[in-house]
């Protein structure tokens, strides 16, 4: 079975600084690997997705994830936070073996202190 | 084009009531989906249409959960009668392609709180 484990419920970083959440994927397949944002009072968007071409994904708003294989990570980055990123970040695999229902990580809320 | 609208976006009832949530999936996205999160808890996935076609209902809670998707259009999903613990943020998404590449598109969720 598919899974994904995001690594941390919280994480809090200053503006300016550098974001890094977590994400490992457990997968038989060559997985589907996708990051969501959920914005205060609002639906999941997606970031970004990776579905077998280049391991370095770029996404929208300045955030990019990096699929490591030998590592079975799909970690989310952004260089630089500011006060919008604040919100609460899925991490997700595409159910490959039937249906691609999408299978969600347990979510990390990002606090960005000015 | 509009995205994936759920009605209503709130939603307090009592105990024993009946509650009936609509999605509206983008049009001519197949794939309609149905997703909960209790508080506290994971995204959790309730079932899946193809068209008017139950593809996977494999995340039901219980026979208290009845999903339908008239004519391959919009879905509902009603709860009867509900429980304190079918409280949480109900998600529905939709996708054109039954393939693991393309992602699904959510809605803004409607928030169901059982009293």
């Known amino acids: 079975a598919q899974s994904v484990t995001q690594l941390g419920s919280h994480v809090s970083v200053s503006e300016g600084a550098l974001v890094l959440l977590r994400c490992n994927y457990s997968?038989?397949?060559?997985?589907?690997l996708f990051w969501y944002v959920q914005y205060p009072n609002q639906g999941l968007q997606l970031l970004l997705k990776?579905?077998?071409?280049?391991?370095l994904v770029k996404g929208i708003n300045g955030f990019e994830a990096e699929f490591k294989k030998s590592e079975t990570s799909f970690h989310l980055t952004k260089p630089s936070a500011h006060m919008s990123d604040a919100a609460e970040y899925f991490c997700?695999?595409?159910?490959?073996?039937?249906?691609?229902?999408?299978?969600f990580g347990a979510g990390t809320r990002l606090f960005v202190k000015a | 084009e509009a995205g994936v609208t759920q009605f209503p976006s709130h939603s307090v009832i009592e105990k024993g009531q009946t509650v009936t949530l609509r999605c509206d999936p983008i049009?001519?996205?197949?794939?309609l989906y149905w997703y909960r999160r209790v508080m506290g808890k994971e995204i959790k996935f309730l079932l899946h249409?193809?068209?008017?076609?139950?593809?996977?209902e494999s995340g039901m809670p219980n026979n208290r959960f009845l999903a339908e998707r008239t004519g391959g259009t919009y879905s509902t999903l009603k709860v009867q009668p509900a429980e304190l613990e079918d409280s949480g943020v109900y998600f529905c998404?939709?996708?054109?392609?039954?393939?693991?590449?393309?992602?699904?598109?959510f809605g803004q969720g409607t928030r169901l709180t059982v009293v």
């Open positions: 998404a939709s996708s054109q392609e039954w393939r693991g590449r393309t992602e699904a598109f």
């Open positions: 997968s038989s397949v060559p997985p589907y």
């Open positions: 990776y579905t077998s071409a280049a391991t």
């Open positions: 997700a695999v595409s159910d490959n073996t039937g249906g691609f229902k999408t299978i």
């Open positions: 049009s001519g996205h197949d794939n």
């Open positions: 249409f193809v068209k008017e076609s139950k593809q996977d």
